[in-house]
């Protein structure tokens, strides 16, 4: 059964080319109470999140729009999840900061740059079923407009974790996903004296500890061999 979306006067339905189905009109109403039911929570979201102090949060530094552009002139989101205390923070209160920071900005194509340098999975990451849920409730496009996702010196442990997210989201999200090992290859997407001066200083010193070990990051076997590796999410050629 095909289904699309058809957004009319700001209201959203779901046309099924199986509508005399019972079971079609059944999985379409679903659908479009569950799309509905999402947007009514995010604009509700956004509206508390517009009268919230995210004082603190912005201390903590681990989501910031520093500014810089990439070479397509797309604006960038820069992730440091060092800076991100998983076992500290509430998730719901972390979600509206999330898009209060993101709502306006989202609205043209967009790229993140994740640096997990010096971070753990369990103690800086936010929970599977968090992500899938927030990846459920905001609006397409979060999606849609996501350009480009840089993952540097991702480690073993987030490496899985993406790799059980993977049947859950598509193919298209996967082609948008790069693996850097290294923070100089960024500079061949985005211009090293936009992007650089926003990067925290632990990330070049990471970077120059791996002088001598191209191969090996902690554990991370290097970006080209990554592409080998079974059952991992395959970087875009």
């Not at 290859?185 to 010193?205: G, R, S």
């Amino acid at each position: 059964m095909a289904t699309a979306l058809d957004v009319d006067a700001g209201r959203v339905q779901v046309v099924s080319s199986a509508e005399n189905s019972f079971l079609g009109r059944l999985f379409a109403g679903r659908r479009e109470a569950t799309i509905i039911r999402n947007e009514r929570e995010y604009s509700s979201a956004l509206c508390e999140a517009a009268t919230e102090d995210f004082s603190d949060l912005e201390q903590l530094g681990f989501l910031s729009v520093p500014g810089a552009r990439d070479k397509e002139g797309r604006q960038v989101v820069l992730v440091a999840a060092k800076r991100y205390p998983a076992r500290v923070l509430r998730t719901d209160r972390v979600f509206r900061y999330l898009i209060h920071k993101l709502d306006a900005l989202v609205e043209e194509p967009y790229v993140v740059v994740w640096l997990h340098t010096g971070s753990s999975y369990w103690s800086n990451c936010p929970s599977l079923t968090w992500l899938c849920r927030t990846y459920e409730r905001l609006p397409c496009k979060y999606r849609a407009n996501l350009a480009r996702l840089y993952m540097v010196h991702c480690d073993l442990p987030l490496w899985g974790a993406l790799a059980a997210l993977g049947p859950l989201l598509s193919a298209d999200f996967w082609r948008k996903v790069e693996w850097v090992s290294r923070v100089e290859f960024l500079w061949d997407h985005i211009p090293k004296k936009q992007l650089l001066p926003a990067l925290p200083a632990y990330v070049a010193e990471h970077d120059s500890l791996l002088e001598d070990q191209p191969l090996m990051d902690y554990g991370v076997v290097a970006t080209k061999e990554v592409n080998n590796v079974p059952g991992l999410p395959t970087p875009p050629m």
